[in-house]
């Protein structure tokens, strides 16, 4: 530990090397060794939403850890900054657990330097969203259920490949978790789906996802990059859109000042409420759901 420690606080002098030595290849090949052997397997989370899946998945599994590597979090991984604290994490752990579709925008550092860290890219098999311009796609998956789903499965079956012994276990708690993905999801279609009113107002780009399964149409966003106040220019913009179309209801989020939002409820008398892209939450298995009940019951307040 000594050693790595000396070697982190290195790395911190030079910035331009985010990952060099951070870890001995010794401890890559026991970290392999680890899943391989059904020893005490770490798995480690990139943020808050894999950690509730991977909770969910890993459950009642005892020689099974999750850990999520970015607690605390105040948001999301929008151009995170690998820490210490996250590197000791991943050294300890023998699988990472990511949303994938870019959102780990560090990844390239880990399997660089951490070639026989067992990833689990949890994006598989999910169509994505293109940014406008050159932005690329949006990574906010999980706040779709239907992708949620997608990511729980993928989590499941990768888990159930690297660690065999406990496959069955891995996919009875997967199938159990999904159904209860699957009552919420439809619980969340009977009440939305006879919504007129469809156009929304958003804090940021974290809900495309969710628009598009339940048939909403964003017409404004506040904030393309949260925590970065929008410039006169777009705050006027989107104040004009919110008066053309009439649009009752601004969705701000829990994580970030709410400036902007009021303004634009000011100037519009539009009413200002709160939707969650759970990104930040309590550390338990029921929390995803909890919270999208919890948006469930706003979203009724200010739609209908």
Not at 150 to 162: D, M, S
């Amino acid at each position: 530990m000594k050693n790595i420690v000396a070697k982190i606080t290195s790395l911190m002098l030079v910035s331009v090397v985010l990952f060099s030595g951070c870890t001995s290849k010794k401890n890559y090949e026991a970290s392999s060794d680890a899943v391989a052997n059904n020893k005490t397997v770490t798995v480690a989370t990139s943020f808050y939403p894999m950690y509730i899946f991977s909770l969910n998945v890993a459950k009642d599994i005892p020689n099974v850890k999750v850990v999520n590597m970015t607690k605390p979090m105040t948001g999301c991984l929008h151009d995170y900054s690998i820490t210490t604290d996250n590197l000791k994490t991943l050294d300890g752990a023998q699988v990472f657990v990511t949303n994938g579709a870019d959102m780990e925008s560090f990844m390239d550092k880990v399997t660089e330097q951490m070639p026989n860290l067992k990833i689990i890219d949890s994006s598989k098999g999910i169509e994505l969203i293109k940014n406008e311009g050159d932005e690329g796609y949006n990574p906010h998956l999980w706040v779709s259920i239907s992708n949620a789903i997608t990511q729980v499965k993928n989590i499941g079956e990768q888990l159930a490949t690297l660690d065999p012994i406990n496959a069955q276990k891995y996919k009875a708690n997967t199938e159990a978790y999904i159904v209860k993905l699957e009552a919420q999801r439809a619980k969340m279609h009977k009440s939305l789906d006879s919504v007129k009113n469809r156009d929304i107002v958003t804090f940021h780009e974290a809900f495309p996802y969710f628009a598009k399964e339940f048939n909403f149409n964003i017409v404004g966003v506040i904030e393309r990059e949260p925590g970065s106040e929008p410039s006169a220019k777009d705050l006027q913009s989107t104040i004009e859109q919110v008066k053309k179309l009439k649009v009752k209801a601004l969705f701000a989020e829990p994580q970030y000042p709410t400036k902007a939002v009021e303004t634009i409820a000011t100037e519009t008398g539009s009413k200002v409420y709160s939707l969650d892209p759970i990104v930040t939450g309590p550390m338990d298995a029921d929390a995803y759901i909890n919270i999208m009940d919890s948006n469930l019951k706003i979203l009724e307040e200010a739609l209908k």
